[in-house]
């Protein structure tokens, strides 16, 4: 068993490479896509407070598909340039949103949320996909949540082969 021994109380400048390191941890030896962004999803559930939705989408031929999460259900697809998770993948930039209801195309998968980070996966120049994370209060994520997650998803894709086939 994995115990994920992070305290999640700390200030959050201490707290996201506290997090890189156990999740480094707990990805060690294992390299395979589905099993490590199922594991990124649990992870970050159980150790980032105030997320109620955090998971992936995939691109495939310029839509967004739903990949491993934890949450609510979800919408399981997403042309690009649609909904925050559509603006990340069409422009390749992270989007903070401090008020999903004020951005213009939100899509709500989760009426409880309020907030939104999103990060584009790029790897060797490719759009992979989307890392998307909710929250139930406004304005949620601030720059240092933004570079802390730029750090987790790079530890992710690092530890990751992106040659896959389903
Ligand atoms: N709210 C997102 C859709 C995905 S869900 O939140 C899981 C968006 O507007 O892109």
């Known amino acids: ?14 707290l996201y490479p506290a997090l890189n ?3 480094a941890a707990l990805l060690a030896g294992e390299t395979d896509l589905i099993c490590n962004f199922a594991q990124f999803s649990a992870f970050i559930m159980q150790t980032v407070e105030q997320v109620n939705w955090v998971g992936f989408y995939f691109a495939k031929q310029n839509e ?4 491993p999460y934890m949450g609510k259900v979800a919408c399981t697809r997403i042309p690009f340039g649609r909904g925050v998770c559509g603006a990340a993948a069409a422009s390749m930039q ?13 899509i709500a998968c989760d009426s409880a949320s309020a907030s939104e ?35 987790l998803l790079t530890t992710l894709i690092q530890g990751t082969e992106f040659d896959w086939s389903l």
């Open 1 to 14: 068993m994995f115990t994920i021994d992070t305290d999640t109380n700390l200030p959050k400048n201490d």
């Open 21 to 23: 390191k156990q999740l």
């Open 64 to 67: 967004l598909v739903l990949g």
């Open 94 to 106: 992270a989007q903070r949103v401090a008020d999903v209801h004020a951005f213009d195309g939100h």
């Open 117 to 151: 980070l999103v990060l584009p996966i790029v790897v060797d120049g490719d759009l992979i996909g989307v890392l998307d994370i909710d929250s139930p209060i406004k304005n949620r994520f601030d720059e240092v949540d933004q570079v802390g997650f730029e750090q």
